[in-house]
Structures are given as structure tokens and as C-alpha cells.
């Protein structure tokens, strides 16, 4: 996958006049030619621009001199450094990032449908749903997100849900360059708080919902739902934003078009008589276009507003509704959304491994099971180190509530005592309640499979699709939630262990 020859160089010139007022200081030659930028010390090339910034543990402006003996021909800083190194100093070295991958790659969102989708849950699965819709209509490009990125056809993951300004504006100017038309994206609050984006102007963006989360990074509910609500900052001329109706109250910018979806019967697209079965979901819509009958695979009665958001969001920029409708019913899901782990059918029970790792999304869940099942709903279920510390409590309410039996246990510990976590979450159960806590994640997921009945439903929850356990900086542990529960199920089964016919 290569580049268009015009994205290859730019000169400290034109960077300027691009920087404008973002600019401090200018100690550098205004013809020196940039090939290369980067704001990491292992991605270094020939004519390299290097983007210092101050992150939460490490400050690369510390590593100038070295960085300056590997061959970096100029820096941009936000900190006064020694004039003997060829620098830029600006006001903010992240929003100056976005700038400068913006203009290196010759603005590639301009040439393409761009989709943004942020909110706090549902996210991944609007993304995926709105790149099936487009490969569908016939049309190519790419999407990033948690669960995957593909980028005209190469497939990888990434550990962030929105990469680096120059990650992204990479990606978009590969789609360009090798004939994509559209990119569809999820927009974490981190990055539109660290300006990931800044640069980026959408076609149409969605917002799914705003519940807590983050509260570690963002401090504030409202610090973090302000970060949200930015990517109305980010459209087009001629974009639009599709809201979900709830937050329509929140939304102070009046020079946005906005589009609202929801139950809420004064809302643009109305969803009304949502039912849901081991099939998945069925609804009708009432939408600018008259009543319509959506029909899903996707499994859960919060996924009639996911569908929603991205049918509202490609006919407002003008595809047909019905052509639309009809696609939608061909998806068949992400992995690690509300996945069925089939063989556990052979044990006489569901099994469910979904990436519900917020309160909000962990009560949808269980929710949407309760009236899936007619047995027992079996939670397992952890919170994250390192991360938003208050929730804890709420989670394990919310599990030991709905669930009949909720099994605590390790989920990423990221350098806390799993212990520890564990005790934050049990402060939390309903009184009375029944629950265990068990250390080892795969015992707990072993457990809750031995403990379930014939009709018993086993919510995995947490993780979803992560390929790996992050214990701490220097230690991860491959674990995939799917593929642990049915290397169990197969023992179970190769044991003879309550199989019914």
C-alpha cells in the first residue's frame, strides 16, 4: 500500500503558515524539506519532523539530544529547549500534531465520506455496521476503531480505540491513495481531549449515548461530557450531526445541523415496539420518510438505537432508506458484542461474552437477557485497573441486582493488586445477594460454567473481543474470553458433563 508521490515532503514554510498562531518561536531554516513525522522515538525516517509532547508518564522533550543524534532534522516543542537544536515552539504541541498530519497528507478527509461515531457504548458495533452498509452499497474504504482496523484490506489491531493525529491521517490518505471513498471511525473522549481529531472535518458524526466513564482521566461527568460533545466542533460545512434525542438539551452549539433519534416521540427518527429474541432485533421507525420495519440480527434492545444511529446517518447524507434497511439485515455483528459461544448449547446453556465494561452498558445486558432467558442469568465479570475507580462499586450493584449469581474477578489489572479491584467492586453488592469472588479469571469463567443449569445464560463480560490479560507494563497474558470459554465447554463435553440432547 503506497503513497501518492504529493504526500511525501513538505517544507518548515508551508508548516508555518498552516501553524499560524499556534506558533511561540522559529529557530530553524524555512526551506529545510520534511519527509517523515512522527511524535515516537522508535518511528524514525530519513528528514524526520519529531512532535515532543509532555505525556502522563514520559516527556520525549527530555530526549532531544538523542533523538537530534538520530538524525531529526527539526522539532516541534512546547517547551523552551536549547537553541542549538532546529525547533518550533508552539502553544500545544497535540493540537500542532493535528495540524501537521493534516497538512503533510494533503487533507485526505476532504476526498473522502468521513463517519465519526463517539458516545460511551455502541460505538464499535455503529462503525462496523456503517462499513458493512457502504462495502455493501459497492463502495470501498476503511474504518478504525477497538476491535479492528482495516484499511483497504490490511487488518490489525490497535490498543488505542483512536490512534495518534498521524496514525489517522495516514490511514485516510492510504484510503485515498489506493482508491477508498469513505472512512468511519470511533472517536474515544481521549481523543477529542487531546485533540487526536482536532484537524479532521466529518461528514456526519453520532453521538449514542453519554454515561459515566473515564472519570479517572476526565476528573468531571461534565468534563467528559464535554469532550463528547466537541465532535460537533468537527463537521463539514454541510455535515450532520445524529444525536441521540436525550442529549439533544446539552447540545449549546447552535450552528450545527443536528438530527435526533431515540424513543422520544418529538425525536427525527422514532423508535418504537422494539422486541428481541436469540434471532435478534425487530422494530419499527417512524422517520422523515414515512414508517419503517427494521429487522436485525444483532441481539439486545439497545441495538435498535446503534441501527438507528448509522441508518439516520447515511440517508441524511443522501443514500436510500430502503436500500439502507435491507443491508442492515445482512449484518451479523463484532466479535465480542453480544457473541454467542454456540457450542455451549451442547452443555444445555447460552453462553455470552460481550465487552460491557461500564455500568450502563453492563445493565443493558443483563437486562436484555433477563427477557431472552427463562433461567438463570450467570455474570462474570471484573473492572479495569488503572481507570475510573468509583465505578467500581456501581458494577458490582448492577451485577449482583440483576444477575442471579455474579462472579467477580480479574479483568486488565494494568499494575493494581487484582485483589484489590476486587474489593473496590464487592463494596458495591446488593445485600443478600449471591456472588463470588474468585482471583483467577479462566477458574471464574469455569465456574459460572459448572454452576449453570439446562436454560442458564453465562454473561462474559468485560473484555470482549482483547486478545490478551495486561497484568501490568512488562507482563500480558494472552486471553481471548471466547476462546477460553469453549476450550472449557470442549472439556466439559469431551467429559460427558450434563450434555443434553
Given amino acids: 500500500m503506497e503513497f501518492s508521490k504529493e504526500w511525501l515532503f513538505l517544507k518548515i514554510k ?26 515516537y522515538s522508535r518511528d524514525l525516517k530519513e528528514e524526520t519532523l519529531f512532535i515532543c509532547r509532555e ?3 514520559f516527556d520525549s522533550h527530555s530526549i532531544i539530544d538523542k533523538l537530534y543524534d538520530q538524525g531529526v532534522k527539526v522539532f516541534i516543542v512546547e517547551k523552551e529547549v536549547s537553541s542549538f537544536f532546529p525547533h518550533i515552539q508552539v502553544v500545544d504541541s497535540r493540537i500542532a500534531e493535528a495540524v501537521i498530519a493534516s497538512e503533510f497528507y494533503g487533507k485526505p478527509f476532504e476526498k473522502l465520506i468521513t463517519f465519526g461515531v463517539t458516545g460511551t457504548n ?8 456503517f462499513h458493512h452498509i457502504m462495502h455493501s452499497l459497492g463502495y470501498k474504504g476503511s474504518i478504525s476503531g477497538t476491535v479492528l482496523n482495516d484499511i483497504m484490506g490490511d487488518k490489525f489491531y490497535h490498543h488505542n480505540t483512536t490512534p495518534s493525529s498521524i496514525e489517522i491521517l495516514r490511514n485516510m490518505a492510504k484510503t485515498v491513495n489506493n482508491g477508498g471513498q469513505y472512512y ?10 487531546q485533540y487526536r481529531v482536532e484537524s479532521i472535518r466529518f461528514d456526519v458524526v453520532g453521538i449514542t449515548n453519554i454515561t459515566r466513564d473515564h472519570l479517572d482521566f476526565h476528573k468531571t461527568f461534565e468534563d467528559y461530557k464535554k469532550a463528547k460533545l466537541h465532535i460537533l466542533n468537527l463537521l463539514k460545512p454541510e455535515g450532520v450531526a445524529i444525536v441521540n434525542h436525550e442529549y439533544l438539551k446539552d447540545i449549546k452549539n447552535n450552528n450545527v445541523r443536528i438530527v435526533t433519534f431515540g424513543v422520544d416521540r418529538n425525536s427525527d427518527y422514532v423508535i418504537k415496539e422494539v422486541t428481541t429474541n436469540w434471532s435478534g432485533t425487530f422494530f419499527k421507525l417512524d422517520t422523515p420518510y414515512g414508517p419503517k420495519s427494521i429487522s436485525s440480527q444483532l441481539i439486545g434492545e439497545y441495538n435498535a438505537f446503534n441501527i438507528t444511529l448509522v441508518l439516520a446517518a447515511l440517508v441524511e447524507i443522501g443514500y436510500d432508506i430502503d436500500e439502507v434497511i435491507n443491508v442492515i439485515s445482512t449484518f451479523r455483528g463484532v466479535d465480542g458484542r453480544f457473541e454467542i459461544i454456540h457450542e455451549a448449547r451442547k452443555l444445555g446453556i447460552e453462553v455470552i461474552v460481550d465487552f460491557a465494561h461500564t455500568p450502563d452498558a453492563l445493565e443493558k445486558i443483563i437486562l436484555s437477557l433477563r427477557k431472552l432467558s427463562k433461567g438463570r442469568i450467570i455474570t462474570v465479570f471484573g473492572a479495569g485497573g488503572q481507570a475510573d475507580k468509583g465505578k467500581r462499586p456501581m458494577m458490582g450493584e448492577i451485577a449482583s441486582k440483576y444477575s442471579d449469581i455474579a462472579i467477580i474477578t480479574t479483568d486488565d489489572p494494568r499494575g493494581e493488586d487484582p485483589n484489590k479491584i476486587i474489593k473496590d467492586v464487592e463494596k458495591g453488592l446488593v445485600p443478600g445477594s449471591l456472588s463470588l469472588s474468585i482471583v483467577d479469571r479462566r477458574e471464574a469463567i469455569e465456574t459460572a460454567i459448572t454452576l449453570a443449569n439446562k436454560g442458564d445464560v453465562v454473561l462474559i463480560a468485560g473484555r470482549g473481543h482483547e486478545p490478551y490479560q495486561i497484568f501490568d507494563d512488562n507482563y500480558k497474558k494472552p486471553f481471548k474470553d471466547r476462546d477460553v470459554a469453549i476450550d472449557i465447554i470442549f472439556q466439559k463435553i469431551n467429559k460427558g458433563e450434563k450434555t443434553f440432547k
Fill in 14 to 39: 508551508e508548516l508555518l503558515n498552516a501553524l499560524n498562531s499556534l506558533v511561540l518561536n522559529v529557530n530553524c531554516d524555512l526551506e529545510t524539506e520534511i519527509k517523515h513525522i512522527s511524535s
Fill in 55 to 57: 505525556g502522563l508518564t
Fill in 122 to 129: 455502541g460505538k464499535t458495533t455503529c462503525t462496523h455496521l
Fill in 184 to 193: 468511519g471511525m470511533e472517536v474515544s473522549s481521549h481523543a477529542l481531549a
